[in-house]
């Protein structure tokens, strides 16, 4: 379908038009449908001034959905229909063979990016409209707690903002209502009382994180305000509610409200770290950097692994196990006990999920202080087990590739893997890892790295990963003349920064030109 003529178009959609939604409903015929959709609202944008019976085929199709929009709303794949004819409305489509030809392996919400409401064909924006406010006449209640229910008022949210202010303004009014009703269902009610339905449930919490997104500042306040300041100790523990005060802190609209949740939300880093809430705790800190919040993160963080200061080493291996300091001990002098057989155990600590979360998230905000010594002192053994492990390999990244972390401190780092690294590139987490070291490397350790893969040549050509290290390093040409070699990195190296320094100039006219429209906006404001 994607080479369709106009005419082939047409005639499919005459076939298709009266079983419209049967077809919509399919899982598998609703996949044709969709593509037509997609292929013909991509026509119109393409060539808008010939395209009168595709705009009748258009208004025949979205009339059909909106009178059977109930229906299309309770089943999956009608549901995901409708969310895709919505954004196909205002969006255009990327005209990009090789994700076509991937579309269903890749996602079909790819295909757009939302286009100026300007742009909007005029046809296509009195469809939108008809559309739009046949779907916020839906009970938006009912819609917010149903799994097919929910993305499709999230869609909502992000498109109308952009499209219809009327309709845009009603949905948010309707969802934020929504938040007044109280669930007591809980285990902890009789200590904290009810808390907001919509935030426990989760379709409600999925709808809720996309309104905090889009509200405006004196919103995000009222909201903080009225549902979040008195609850947002137990909703920040709960293991679905948790998620909206993520985005609450991600979007804090202002310096008193950040103010309001770091106060209540320091001292209970220990409890959201027993209940695997870790994303709460690197919004916190971010938060509290944002707003220039006075609090010593290190001595909370501290407090909360039981951590002496003078034992400060251990920080890191606390937090990748996510264990308190005593427990962490404990294990250490387990190890040192023979086996049963009389062998000695190995000293290893557990890299596990929400550890490695905590520490990417340090790392990317570059509180490294508490962890430097902790990564820069540890064992070959640990050094190859956290690159290996599928968990823990991804903190490492997160500190190489960093942008908040020193250089010296990643080849201080990179110093300490240089004995193990051939037992890296083998492995399909570290292998990864290595090319986090390589790009983080200057020349000199990459000329060390190299020597060391050098030794272990046909061992790196015989495997998948190995192979792959071996050309990006490009240690053929090292292998026949450094000279070469460095000659080449060099080159790479400068080509890398100027391509940054490009980007990087891009983003700042980008940012001076918001800038500008900002300050012409408030001017016409004021006259």
């Known amino acids: 379908m994607v080479q369709c003529s106009q005419e082939i178009l047409i005639t499919l959609g005459d076939l298709i038009l009266p079983y419209t939604t049967e077809i919509a409903c399919h899982n598998t015929a609703s996949h044709v449908l969709e593509l037509l959709i997609i292929r013909v609202i991509g026509l119109i944008y393409k060539s808008p001034d010939s395209v009168t019976r595709l705009l009748e085929l258009a208004e025949g199709i979205f009339r059909k959905l909106c009178l059977n929009v109930k229906e299309l709303i309770d089943n999956p794949h009608g549901s995901y229909t409708l969310r895709l004819s919505l954004q196909v409305l205002v969006g255009n489509l990327v005209e990009d063979e090789k994700k076509t030809k991937k579309r269903w392996s890749i996602g079909r919400e790819q295909f757009f990016r939302i286009s100026d409401p300007q742009n909007i064909h005029p046809t296509l924006r009195r469809i939108l409209n008809k559309f739009t406010k046949r779907l916020v006449k839906e009970d938006i209640s009912g819609l917010v707690y149903k799994p097919q229910g929910a993305p499709l008022v999230t869609v909502l949210l992000q498109l109308l ?5 009327k309709y845009f303004e009603k949905l948010k009014s309707e969802i934020s209502s929504l938040l007044g009703e109280s669930e007591s269902d809980y285990k902890e009610v009789d200590k904290y009382g009810p808390l907001p339905k919509m935030a426990l449930d989760p379709q409600g919490s999925y709808v809720l994180q996309a309104l905090l ?6 919103e995000m306040e009222d909201m903080f305000t009225r549902y979040y300041e008195s609850t947002l100790i137990p909703l920040s523990l709960h293991p679905i509610a948790n998620y909206t005060v993520q985005s609450l ?25 027993a209940e695997t809430a870790t994303g709460v705790v690197i919004s916190v800190i971010n938060c509290a950097r944002r707003f220039a919040v006075t609090s010593d993160i290190s001595k909370i963080l501290l407090q909360s692994f039981h951590i002496p200061e003078d034992q400060i080493t251990f920080t890191f291996r606390c937090i990748m ?6 427990i962490l001990m404990e294990k250490i002098e387990h190890s040192k006990k023979p086996t049963q057989s009389g062998k000695p155990r190995r000293d290893r600590f557990e890299g596990t999920l929400h550890g490695s979360l905590l520490a990417q998230g340090l790392f990317k905000l570059g509180e490294i202080s508490l962890l430097e010594d902790g ?6 053994d640990h050094i190859v087990y956290l690159c290996n492990d599928k968990h823990a390999s991804h903190a490492i990244q997160a500190f190489l590739s960093s942008l908040n972390i020193a250089g010296n401190v990643k080849h201080r780092f990179i110093s300490t893997t ?3 690294v051939d037992k890296l590139v083998t492995n399909p987490q570290g292998s990864h890892v290595f090319e986090s070291l390589w790009d983080a490397a200057d020349l000199e350790l990459k000329s060390r790295l190299a020597q060391g893969l050098l030794m272990k040549e046909q061992v790196l050509k015989d495997n998948t990963y190995g192979a792959i290290i071996w050309k990006k390093c490009n240690l053929k040409s090292f292998k026949m003349g450094q000279k070469g070699w460095e000659a080449s ?15 990087n100039d891009e983003n700042d006219s980008v940012s001076n030109l918001v800038v500008k429209k900002r300050k012409v906006k408030k001017l016409k404001a004021a006259s």
């Open 489 to 503: 990195e060099k080159r790479k190296k400068r080509d890398l920064q100027e391509f940054r320094e490009l980007i």
């Open 321 to 326: 196990s996510l264990t308190t300091y005593d």
């Open 161 to 165: 903002g952009k499209t219809c202010s």
């Open 418 to 420: 240089l004995p193990v």
């Open 249 to 273: 802190i991600e979007h804090c609209p202002s310096s008193a409200v950040a103010q309001g949740i770091c106060q209540k939300l320091f001292p209970l880093f220990e409890d959201l770290l």
């Open 375 to 380: 990564m820069c002192t540890l064992s070959e």
């Open 213 to 218: 997104k889009v509200a405006s500042k004196s």
